[in-house]
């Protein structure tokens, strides 16, 4: 296997609205759910994915039956419950992890109120052995030793993430700098190897260290209100709310809601505001009979003359041709 299982995943199921060098950021849409995805290739074999999800119905995971893999997945805000096809249940809370091997896939998703947050490791299998073996010079890693329990279970595991595990997690949604793409591949592996140790020993022990400054990382309340736009923007789609007002809703310096908006979508705020008011337009496309100049004014355009401009630069035609 290589990347094309992951791709296939993200890409059938979801609304790319970004690609950078080694990133794509994909928006859930109904069935799926309500939220975000950015997806890093991180090696052979190793995916990982931020979620920021409002809602989430995951019947599109039947796809990962067709691998040998697993889901590690880091609970950084909210919490969740799920059902899987077996009709078993877990659940998680913030700071927790769960781990989902894929020939179980999730059924059914229970967030909280306020939704989740998490990081996700997806492996496969034979690509991620291969890998490690070849990264660190080895042949120590075997499909045998491999979360093996956990690939044979019918259920996910949970439990409590320990303090150097969850900054490797934390690690991975940093700000961006020199070589960052590099420490994030990094700290990934590192928290593969530690809970490769982890479910190999017998005494299923955790690594800890000591509490270190984390002032390299975005404030997760400075991450939380930043989310807390994106959802005010696509609650009001239809309108043309400012840049300043978004910043004095959320009570953040607008320099920095800007800056961190971008490296956490990939977009600035307004090419975000417009990938998702033309997703919202392609959906009432398909589903509705609503005129043009309807559809535009409920995607924030005050005559349809201007949203089949914006339309067709980036969709190539117009609504009417896009409808047909």
């Avoid at 479910?199 to 690594?207: M, N, S, W, Y």
Wanted: glycine share 6%; charged share 30%.
């Amino acid at each position: 296997m290589n990347k094309i299982p992951a791709e296939k995943l993200f890409q059938t199921y979801l609304d790319l609205i970004s690609k950078r060098e080694s990133e794509e950021i994909y928006r859930l849409n109904e069935p799926i759910g309500e939220g975000i995805m950015k997806h890093m290739h991180i090696a052979r074999g190793i995916e990982l994915v931020y979620s920021e999800l409002e809602s989430y119905s995951p019947n599109y995971q039947a796809e990962k039956k067709e691998v040998d893999g697993l889901e590690i997945m880091y609970i950084v805000d909210g919490h969740g419950e799920f059902e899987l096809q077996n009709r078993q249940f877990a659940s998680g809370e913030k700071g927790d992890v769960m781990i989902f091997n894929c020939k179980t896939a999730v059924k059914k998703a229970m967030l909280g109120k306020s939704g989740m947050n998490c990081i996700s490791i997806i492996l496969f299998t034979d690509d991620t052995i291969s890998f490690l073996n070849e990264f660190l010079g080895t042949n120590d890693f075997c499909s045998s030793d491999f979360f093996n329990d956990i690939r044979k279970s019918d259920s996910a595991v949970s439990f409590p993430c320990g303090e150097l595990l969850e900054k490797l997690f934390l690690e991975t949604i940093r700000l961006p700098g020199a070589f960052s793409k590099y420490t994030v591949r990094l700290a990934v592996i590192h928290a593969i190897i530690l809970l490769i140790k982890k479910f190999t020993d017998k005494d299923g022990c955790d690594v800890r260290v000591k509490n270190e400054s984390q002032d390299s990382y975005f404030s997760g309340t400075t991450g939380r209100k930043v989310q807390n736009v994106r959802r005010i923007i696509n609650a009001n789609l239809e309108k043309e709310i400012s840049i300043e007002e978004l910043a004095a809703k959320v009570n953040l310096n607008r320099t920095t809601l800007q800056k961190v908006f971008k490296e956490m979508y990939g977009l600035t705020i307004n090419e975000y505001r417009t990938k998702s008011r033309l997703q919202l337009a392609k959906n009432l496309l398909v589903s509705t009979d609503l005129s043009i100049t309807e559809i535009a004014g409920r995607c924030g355009y005050t005559n349809a003359s201007k949203f089949s401009e914006v339309f067709k630069k980036n969709e190539g035609v117009l609504p009417k041709d896009w409808r047909k």
